[in-house]
């Protein structure tokens, strides 16, 4: 008898990423969360069986840790196992290589882009007991350790390496050619739900640049229930809607961006304004 694995419809991963984005942040499972995205993508993905790889590498590690709470034998321990022994690292080839974002992938390949890697970190040290966040400095996102003694920021791109303040800065003068002081914001902790906006969004991106427009519209689709009121998000939707000839659609993003927006200067307003009436007035034209 011929077997195979199930496969999950696009609409069902969709509801799932829904139930997630609703739970408190807290208790959001971002591993889990970052499969779902995946899932889109690969409807035979087996979630629970990576799953429990990040949890048997945990497990691994915190018999090596014994139940101390030194941070620095911690992150040591982390580091050794995952980058030494697992062969974890960054790569820097295939910028818009969706293999490098999706976690699955980054799971087999052992290597990925420093958002990916960052996820899988912070993951082992959620369940480690550590209290962690991602941070997006300009340039690199990094993992951030708190606790009673203090913060460490750690780089997972970098097999793990502990920065100190001028590291970051040497960080973000490659970005800004040392035009951009460091400064507390750069280093404030990201939320799970913001970590998966970003991974969305560098999806989004990668579609965009290989021209995939129904993927980088399921990307900013996944973006919305995050954020409904993202007017960045809601342009960028209705535009992809005009471009691909869905102008109900259009419309609907288009409008709902104009009641959203606080920021955008009269002209940009005024232009929008003037492709929904278009839009209004080819659709009346040609529908009767």
């Not at 087999?108 to 550590?130: C, K, N, Q, T």
Request: aromatic residues 8%; charged residues 30%.
């Amino acid at each position: 008898m011929l077997t195979g694995r199930v496969l999950t419809h696009p609409s069902r991963a969709r509801s799932r990423f829904r139930e997630l984005a609703a739970l408190p942040d807290g208790e959001l499972d971002l591993s889990e969360a970052s499969l779902v995205i995946a899932l889109e993508e690969y409807p035979a993905l087996d979630l629970g069986s990576y799953v429990d790889r990040i949890e048997r590498w945990s497990e691994a590690i915190r018999e090596r840790v014994g139940g101390s709470r030194d941070i620095e034998r911690v992150v040591e321990e982390i580091n050794r196992f995952l980058f030494d022994e697992e062969g974890f690292h960054g790569t820097t080839d295939g910028y818009y290589d969706l293999r490098n974002t999706f976690l699955n992938d980054v799971l087999d390949r052992h290597a990925g882009l420093p958002i990916a890697l960052s996820i899988l970190y912070l993951e082992v040290s959620r369940r480690l007991g550590l209290e962690t966040s991602g941070v997006s400095l300009p340039g690199r996102f990094l993992v951030k350790v708190s606790g009673g003694w203090g913060e460490i920021l750690i780089d997972p791109f970098d097999d793990g390496r502990v920065l100190s303040s001028t590291e970051c800065q040497e960080i973000m003068n490659e970005v800004f050619g040392g035009g951009v002081q460091l400064r507390e914001h750069h280093l404030r902790g990201f939320s799970r739900k913001e970590i998966l906006g970003r991974v969305l969004s560098h999806l989004k991106s990668a579609h965009l640049a290989r021209h995939e427009l129904e993927r980088a519209v399921a990307s900013i689709d996944r973006l919305l229930i995050l954020d409904e009121r993202d007017p960045f998000e809601l342009r960028d939707r209705g535009v992809l809607a005009m471009q691909m000839h869905q102008y109900d659609d259009a419309i609907h993003f288009l409008e709902r961006y104009l009641a959203t927006v606080s920021y955008a200067d009269a002209e940009e307003l005024a232009r929008v304004r003037e492709q929904v009436a278009y839009l209004r007035g080819w659709l009346q034209q040609n529908q009767n």
